[in-house]
Nanobody, 122 residues
Framework: QVQLVESGGGLVQPGGSLRLSCAASGSIFNVNRMYWYRQAPGKQREFVARITAGGRSNHADSLKGRFTISRDNARNTVYLQMDSLQPEDTAVYYC????????????????WGQGTQVTVSS
């Protein structure tokens, strides 16, 4: 089994910063792409950013310049640095990973974390 656990969410004032983390653990052979998504109240889940195992990343156009995805392959962990946060960034942030479990060698599966709440408010 593979688990993804997010951390780092919380309450922050407008203009502030937060750094989210998501660690993958369990029976892992390889972690390929890792992602961040978010879901605001009453809205659909939306893509935030993605990063490959080699470190190539892309971000949602609306978030470029404020949000930065990175990863530590040795720790199977992905990060999301969020700066200049605004109330409209309030959402539950989810990480996702394309993982090749131990014993599979090639076939990858998609796993999601449970989400971490980010609230931007004064």
């Amino acid at each position: 089994q593979v688990q993804l656990v997010e951390s780092g969410g919380g309450l922050v004032q407008p203009g502030g910063s937060l750094r989210l983390s998501c660690a993958a653990s369990g029976s892992i052979f390889n972690v390929n792409r890792m992602y961040w998504y978010r879901q605001a109240p009453g809205k659909q889940r939306e893509f935030v950013a993605r990063i490959t195992a080699g470190g190539r990343s892309n971000h949602a156009d609306s978030l470029k310049g404020r949000f930065t995805i990175s990863r530590d392959n040795a720790r199977n962990t992905v990060y999301l640095q969020m700066d200049s946060l605004q109330p409209e960034d309030t959402a539950v942030y989810y990480c996702k990973a394309d993982v090749v479990p131990t014993g599979e060698y090639v076939k990858e599966y998609e796993y999601w974390g449970q989400g971490t709440q980010v609230t931007v408010s004064s």
